[in-house]
């Protein structure tokens, strides 16, 4: 089942939905998909949800967490890119905080710095984590996974900043949040 958050335009307000063939079906009483995947019974109401469907190119997709409690980044964790950008092999990958604001909606516009002259994009995986977990084991842990997400980021490239942290918003459509167990 793949899911993502909308924006009803009759209302102007927000849903979590599943995208089916037909388009988007909305599930009704969830701004958004944090909502949805934090309620007991949320994958069951989005799997039996009903409302008509909104077709595809005629909803606006939103990020499926509208306030997320945290945001944690895991940096210089590909050997590639550390070569890319000339930097020594970390013993273990660098964990870093986003504020939520810093997150942005699929298309949405973003503005570079008049100081910048090389914004430069990637690829990330976002994962949902929707089960609250400590010291637990692979399994456990990977248990806790509610989806993932291919968003893309910007970075300003050639402004000075710390090596963990970096201007960036997310930016791009990336498609909807999907898992194994949807």
């Keep these: 089942m793949r899911l993502a958050t909308i924006t009803l ?25 944090g909502q949805l995947l934090a309620a007991a019974d949320g994958l069951e109401q989005a799997r039996t949800a009903s409302a008509p469907a909104i077709p595809a190119d005629e909803a606006a997709t939103l990020r499926p967490v509208l306030n997320p409690a945290k945001v944690l980044c895991i940096g210089l964790n590909y050997r590639n890119h550390i070569a890319e950008v000339g930097m020594d092999t ?7 905080a ?6 942005t909606d699929p ?3 973003i503005t570079a710095p008049q100081e910048d002259e090389k914004l430069d994009f990637e690829g990330e995986l976002a994962i949902v984590i ?6 637990a084991s692979t ?10 997400r291919w968003p893309m980021t910007s970075r300003c490239a050639d402004i000075s900043c710390a090596p963990s942290s970096g201007c960036r918003a997310r930016c791009g459509r990336p ?8």
């Design 139 to 148: 399994a456990a842990a990977a248990a806790t996974s509610r989806g993932t």
């Design 9 to 33: 335009t009759a209302t102007g307000g927000t849903t979590a939905a599943r995208l089916t063939d037909e388009g988007y079906v909305p599930v009704h009483g969830f701004a958004d998909v």
């Design 175 to 182: 498609p909807p949040l999907s898992g194994r167990w949807w």
């Design 130 to 135: 929707g089960t609250q977990v400590r010291r």
């Design 98 to 103: 986003k504020f939520a604001r810093s997150l």
């Design 107 to 109: 298309g949405a516009e």
């Design 90 to 96: 970390p013993e273990f990958p660098t964990v870093f």
